[in-house]
Structures are given as C-alpha cells and as structure tokens.
C-alpha cells in the first residue's frame, strides 16, 4: 500500500510534465505525445476495470456507446473472417476504444485544460519555426512527419486546443487568437484544402470576437480597418494567395467555363468524385452491414466499372462517412455517430465557460471538414491527435463536475449546521 501511496504521490508531481509533452508532441508529430496516450489509456482502463474508489466514470453513455461499437466492428470482422494482425482496421478500431479510456488515467492533474492550451500554443509554435525552416530550404508541400494531410489535421487541431483560455496566463504564451493565426499558416504550407479554408474563418471569427470586447468604439473601428486591410493584403499577394490560386482558382474556372487547364488538382477531384459514386452504390446494396475492410475497395472497383482505374494504389474512399457505411454498415456508423454525439453533449453541458464551448464547435468544425475529404479514424496520428484532444477536455470536464459537487456538499453541510433545529430548542422538563 505504502508502495502504492508513493507511486501516486510521484504521479501528481510528473502527470502535468508528461501531459504538456504530449501536448507539445502532437503537432510536430513526435512519437513521444500517442505513447504518453497510450499509458494514460492503460491506467484508464485500469481504474474503469476495477472501479477505485477515487475514480468516477462520468459521461457513461459515451463508454456504453464506444465499447458498443467496438464490439460490433470486431465481430463483423470476425464474421467476415478479416480478424487477423494483417488487418489495420482491428488496429484502428482498438486504438481508438482504448484511447477513449485516456481521459480516465489524467485524474491526478488538477486542471488538463490549463495544460493542454500551454503545450498547444508551445508546440503550435514550435511547428511553426519547423515548417519555415523546411520551406525555406526545400520548399514545395510540407508535411512534417510524412503526410502532409494528417500533419495538418494535427496542427489545426493542436491551433484550436490553444485558444482554450488560460488563467493568468504566461506573457510569452497570452490568450488570443493568435495561435488560430500561426496554425491557418502552417496549414496553408501544407496545401491542405480540408481544413485550410476552415481553420483560416475560425481564425478571422476569432479575431472579430477579440475586437468586439474592446471598449472603445474608435478603437473597434480602427481595429476592423485594419482586420479588412491585412486580409485583403494576405489573400491577394504572397505565398497564400499562390496556395489558394493552385487549389481554388482553378476550380471555379472550371465550373464558370469548362475549362480545365488552370485546374491543377483536378484529377484528384474526379478521383473523389468516381469513389464517392462508387461507393453510393455499394452501400445501396449493402445498407446494414456493409461489405468489410478488406473488401470494400474492391466492391467500388467492380461498382464503377471502366472507371475503376482511377481507384488504384488508393486504399479508403478519403470521406469519413463512407467509409464507415462500407466498413460497419448503417448500424457502425449510428453506433460511432450517437458516441459522438454523447460525448459533445457531456462536455456542453459541464463546461458552462462560453469560450470553453466555442472551442469544442471549433474542433468539431475542423474534424467534419477533414473527415469530409479524408479520414481521421484510418490513420494512427489522426486517431492519436482526435483521441487526445477528447481526452484532456474529458479530464477537464469530470475535475469540473467534481468541484461543482464539492461546493454543493459544502454548502449543504453549512446549511445545515446553520440552521436552527427545533427540537433541540425544546428544553427538558
């Protein structure tokens, strides 16, 4: 026990460490940020297996939900008999139940949120001095890591984490919408169409929240003059208005005259487009249970026919939603969605800071739009950066109702030895 009791007192000195180098971690895709996920989801299951009296499992309909999942994508497979190592979807789907479990193993640190926005806006910086240094020597699209996708998902993700507000926060880390700012940047070094328009409206959003609290109805003017300048000015000369001329100027071209030649990313698009088809069409035969990771690809090949060209060396349909109908069926994918839906309705309604609720919209607004192009749940990175990020506001969440409780148990305490009882006012004959 005694053995026991030290572990935890070394805990709650190192937990914050290792959260912040995690947090650091992510974005800059370091290996060090899913391992330090991974124990914490270890010791998470752990506590949830064994129910320690100091652990409370709040948000149980999101674990029901997950496990539910879990527990149907595996048997599927099974069934299916696709349940082996060499499959990475029984990876995928295991990484992302067992993540789940992560949030539970941070009940040692006392405010994760506070954590989290400092290691974000630590390591959104240093992403962002990595990425100059790579543009500035080798140029091109930049992914740090490997894919530049995933690198920017982790980055945008790791941007949105960072404007959690923080209490007397560092001056050389203040609060802001500065870090929206620095993580639109780097996205747009990526060339990343999924998040990169996305991330760039929540940073002007942002920006115009930060100027309407300013007092002074000059300086609200003046600050919007200048809002208006620099957008018009970075949006029409420079580096981001070559990235958005190569990925979008095209592409309306082509729809105004027909005309291709400016669109470089259109072979891409028509790529999309036949798999997206294709897979309409398979799931319309397959509506429940679909047809299985293994072989979904090759059920779109054969639904597209001549065009089935196109798909080769490609291995998912890079939309989210289709994927998981082709995989899971109707039933995964209601599964996996009321899971999310549990989760974003149990932070929204322990989390009464409006700041705190934006940034959930805003990760929820940023995962939707990658998943729409990609999928953040067929990557381990993409599913490391989700998992965290739900994780540490789960952690924060459950310290919050914890504190609320405790203030309620005290205040009840107080009543009660305050009030008058008038039984005892009755004195003995």
């Known amino acids: 026990m005694r053995i026991l ?25 370091y290996a060090l940020g899913p391992i330090i996920l991974f124990v914490y989801s270890c ?28 527990i149907w994508s595996l048997s599927l497979m099974a069934w299916r008999g696709e349940l082996s190592f060499a499959n990475r979807q029984v990876g995928y789907v295991l990484l992302l139940w067992l993540y789940s479990f992560a949030g539970l193993g941070m009940v040692l640190i006392r405010d994760p949120l506070r954590i989290l926005a400092f290691g974000s806006r630590t390591g959104i910086i240093l992403c962002a001095i990595m990425v100059a240094g790579e543009a500035l020597f080798w140029g091109g699209r930049i992914g740090i890591g490997g894919n530049p996708a995933v690198f920017a998902y ?3 993700i790791a941007a949105v984490a960072a404007t959690l507000p923080i209490k007397n926060a560092p001056r050389v880390l203040p609060n802001g919408p500065w870090y929206l700012v620095i993580g639109t940047g780097i996205v747009f070094a ?5 998040v990169m328009i996305t991330l760039a ?15 002074s109805h000059k300086v609200k003017i003046g600050s919007s003059l200048i809002l208006a300048a620099c957008l018009t000015a970075v949006f029409t000369v420079g580096p981001v208005a070559g990235v958005l001329s190569q990925r979008f100027a095209g592409m309306v071209h082509y729809y105004e005259t027909g005309d291709s030649s400016q669109w470089a990313d259109k072979s891409s698009a028509d790529t999309r487009e036949q798999m997206w088809r294709g897979a309409v069409k398979v799931v319309a035969e397959h509506p429940l249970i679909g047809v299985g990771s293994e072989q979904k690809m090759a059920a779109v090949r054969e639904a597209l026919g001549d065009q089935a060209t ?46 705190v609720r934006r940034v959930l919209i805003y990760f929820t607004i940023s995962w939707g739009s990658y998943a729409m192009l990609h999928n953040p749940l067929l990557h381990e990175t993409s ?27 005290n205040a009840l305490a107080f009543y009660n030895r305050e009030k008058s009882s008038p039984v005892a006012a009755i004195k003995p004959a």
């Not at 297996?49 to 999101?62: P, S």
């Not at 990526?190 to 999924?194: D, G, L």
């Not at 549990?342 to 700041?355: A, E, H, K």
Request: glycine letters at 6%; charged letters at 15%; one cysteine or more.
């Open 43 to 70: 010791i998470g299951f752990y506590l949830a297996l064994y129910k320690h009296r100091w652990h409370r499992m709040y948000g149980a309909h999101f674990y029901v939900l997950i496990s539910a999942y879990m």
């Open 201 to 215: 409206l929540l940073a002007i959003f942002e920006i115009i929240v930060l100027i309407g609290r300013i007092a």
């Open 5 to 29: 009791q030290k572990n935890f007192l070394i805990r709650r000195r190192i937990d914050l460490w290792l959260l912040c180098l995690a947090a650091i971690a992510m974005p800059v895709r």
């Open 154 to 156: 982790a980055a945008a």
């Open 310 to 355: 196109l798909l080769d060396g490609y291995i998912h349909v890079h939309n989210s939603v289709f994927d998981e109908l082709l995989v899971n069926g109707a039933i995964g994918f209601l599964l996996l969605l009321a899971a999310a839906i549990s989760g974003f309705i149990f932070f929204w309604r322990n989390n009464s800071d409006c700041t």
């Open 190 to 194: 990526s060339e990343t169409r999924a």
């Open 383 to 409: 599913i490391a950066v989700t998992m965290f990020f739900f994780s540490v506001v789960y952690a924060g969440t459950s310290r919050n109702i914890l504190r609320r409780n405790s203030e309620a148990r």
